[in-house]
């Protein structure tokens, strides 16, 4: 008993802290831009209705899930590619170490003039685009530091080139590979958000910008908050994932590191 | 029989002088692969928007790409404008790393901080630095202050982590030896926890370094901070094609260096360390 009040005085004690500090410095608050919290949930269910949430919430997190999904499609597919022809990734390096480097929000503008800003298929083509390169470059790196022993076992044991690459390539490189998606998921995120800052639009952070220049200032904080729910419950989904589908690496690493 | 010593005296350096000029070969081949590979890129784009396969109001000829970045480099503005990110990116930066390095030592080694830090950490961490753009705009406006508290924000948090891995990662028995040794808290963090420590705020540094250049990009693009993202926004809204691309090959160029840099500053660190340990051991 009392080992869980411990453990939950660890989980919960700072942050109950912290959100009772911000509650208590705020209280009298008359600054515009630091509302009271009391204040900033009294808004929240007023501001995020379910009006808001079908037509602003759900249309962002659709275009972050297919973007997403797109650049782990192709980046997979193409890494792979890359990965195993050692002539191809000699060909392909120093572009993609090009493309990799561009910061992904001036694809924006880029985009912009090819699909407009309005519609939903230049945001889509954005996330997707600034996902791609973390998931691409760690395919690439996670399929040519498999090793060798793996690759040449499965040829004497004469598996197919499908076999192979769907049972010994792909489950060798998805290490790796979740790597790339977790740093892609989180410049999905930014670039959900920002894609829908130029011209007008709807969305989550369309929304709080608008906002934000009506000076509606606790509806601002509340999506503030909102979004920052939506980080963490993504990361939260993405680690539950990764777990699942990496338990075996897990349990691996667990044992070489007791050895 | 006066040839055999010709045929004979090869074999006996030949064994490993062909491998080592095949392996120089092949990475000379790399080397002429990855230049081919970008030729055919900036030559596929050429012919792409040269043949209006793609419309060459929205992508402009590789050339007139590259003429527009040669004008730009004789003007003033574009030095000052890069000189504004590159200083806005190295000051977030520099105080992320320092806060993160800080804070990391404190809470890592302080295994109560640790525990009862950890569930505040893995929530603030991912929450999107995006999220602060409005807040940032009513408090410090177009201001350099607002790139800086984005980027500080995004970049502290890769850097927190692996620090706290890294000083998680200290050898217990080194330690202990040095507390028996009478070492005060200062000597161990600087001559035990700092050596593990190192790898990890070096891996810490290249995250941060590109984060930092997307958030003070992003800053300046969205917000209107001063610097080059700005000077793409006004390129693009004033329909100057080929000067957007121009910009935008120049940022991704400074994205490739800071890459290198950072990368270059890593290798040496992990020279460094594995050397240490091959000695010890």
Known sequence: ?259 | MSSSPATLAPPASGGTRPRTRSRRARRSRDVWLGILGVLIVLVGAEILSRTGIVNPAFLPPVTEMYASLFQMLGEGWFWENLWLTVRGWAIGLAAAMALGIVVGFIIGSVPFLRAFTNSTIEFLRPIPSVALIPLVVLLFGTKPASAFLLVLYAAFWPVLVQVLYGVADVDPVARDTARSYQFGPLRIARSVIYPTALPYIMTAFRLAAAVALILEITAELVIGVPGLGKQIGIAQSSANVPETYALVIVVGLIGVAVNLMARFVERKALWWHSSVRGEHS
């Open chain 1, 1 to 259: 008993m009392t080992t869980l009040l411990k453990r939950a005085f660890m989980l919960l004690g700072l942050p109950i802290i912290l959100v009772a500090a911000w509650w208590f410095a705020s209280a009298g608050s008359t600054s515009p831009f630091w509302p009271p919290l009391s204040t900033i949930l009294e808004a929240f269910p007023t501001t995020w209705t379910m009006d808001r949430i079908v037509g602003d919430v759900f249309p962002s997190l659709a275009r972050l899930g297919i973007g997403f999904a797109l650049a782990v499609l192709v980046g997979i597919v193409a890494g792979t590619a890359i990965g195993l022809s050692p002539t191809l990734r000699a060909l392909a390096e120093p572009v993609l170490e090009f493309f990799r480097a561009v910061p992904p929000p001036v694809l924006v503008p880029i985009i912009a003039l090819f699909a407009g800003y309005t519609g939903w298929l230049g945001k889509i083509v954005t996330i997707a685009l600034g996902c791609l390169w973390p998931i691409l470059l760690n395919t690439v790196e996670g399929v040519r530091g498999l090793e060798p022993v793996l690759g040449d076992t499965a040829k004497s044991y004469q598996l197919s080139r499908w076999r192979r690459l769907l049972f010994v390539v792909l489950p060798g490189a998805s290490p790796r590979i979740f790597t790339g998606a977790r740093q892609a998921l989180s410049i999905g995120v930014i670039l959900m958000v920002i894609s829908e800052l130029f011209g007008a639009n709807r969305g989550l952070g369309a929304a709080i910008v608008q906002f934000q220049r009506s000076f509606a200032i606790p509806q601002m904080w509340t999506g503030i908050i909102l979004l920052g729910l939506i980080g963490v419950l993504l990361a939260a989904i993405f680690k539950v994932v990764e777990n699942r589908m990496l338990a075996w690496y897990v349990g691996q690493r667990q044992i070489e590191r007791g050895v």
